[in-house]
């Protein structure tokens, strides 16, 4: 499977055509209403609406990226933390709450991280920063500059991949170089972050130039549109999403 998180994958269906701003609408509204009530009929209603758009979107399975090793050992430690602190309920004199617990934050948290996950890969990136500026209009008149938040986004948003990208690349070098004897895992660690931070300075800077050649940060731009079918189609899907949310608590 390749991780291809934050990257288009281009397509025509209905999911592709809502547009930017209401995805970054919907997104919160949803995610904060199923993390105020927090319950795992809440849960599954998010997962569901999860499960209905991935599939109306027609992504690959390919798209999903396996876990980090290193985040599935964490998740083990933490599950064997959270059931010797104990907690009810009690079974077979084990205290599952803290478990309990654990597994409905893990449900949460990749509920909400699959959402994100899938606006990056029905969005175009540079239908981002417009986006950010029509939501952030309203504070135009406070002096809040929306138009550069807007271009922030762009670039952030496109520059996960290239930072993702020179992480593999770093990696791959790490992999192929002799270990010196009495080289700690510290060390490796240090090595690595290091590389990466050196790279990513090197891709900024080429970035900043290419702007600069370009005009600066006012061609930086991508398409406002105007709200269709579709997007009526996703805030019917987050009210409903969020009343059963709110009733089933």
Do not use: C, N, Q
Not at 67 to 74: D, E, F, I, S
Not at 140 to 152: I, S
Not at 186 to 210: F, N, Q, Y
């Amino acid at each position: 499977m390749s991780a291809r998180v934050i990257r288009l994958v281009p397509g025509t269906t209905i999911v592709h055509r809502v547009t930017a701003t209401t995805k970054l609408l919907w997104l919160p509204v949803v995610g904060s209403t199923v993390a105020f009530t927090f319950t795992w009929p809440a849960i599954a209603v998010g997962w569901a609406a999860v499960v209905v758009i991935f599939l109306a979107a027609r992504l690959p399975l390919g798209v999903i990226p396996r876990p980090p090793r290193v985040l599935v050992g964490m998740f083990a430690v933490s599950a064997v933390l959270a059931t010797i602190g104990g907690d009810e309920p009690v079974v077979f004199g084990l205290g599952l709450g803290g478990l309990y617990d654990l597994i409905r934050l893990v449900a949460f948290s990749t509920m909400t991280l699959t959402l994100g996950a899938i606006v990056g890969w029905t969005t175009d990136p540079a239908d981002l920063g417009p986006a950010v500026s029509r939501i952030l209009r309203p504070l135009r008149p406070l002096g809040v500059p929306t138009d550069r938040l807007g271009v922030a986004v762009i670039l952030t948003v496109r520059s996960i991949p290239l930072v993702a990208d020179e992480l593999r690349l770093a990696l791959a070098g790490w992999r192929t170089r002799p270990r010196p004897a009495g080289h700690s895992r510290i060390d490796d660690v240090a090595e690595v972050a290091t590389a990466l931070v050196v790279s990513s300075h090197r891709r900024a800077a080429e970035m900043a130039t290419t702007m600069a050649a370009r005009g600066g940060l006012t061609t930086v731009a991508g398409r406002d549109r105007r709200p269709g079918a579709p997007d009526i189609v996703a805030a019917g899907l987050g009210v409903v999403v969020v009343a059963l949310a709110v009733l089933l608590r």
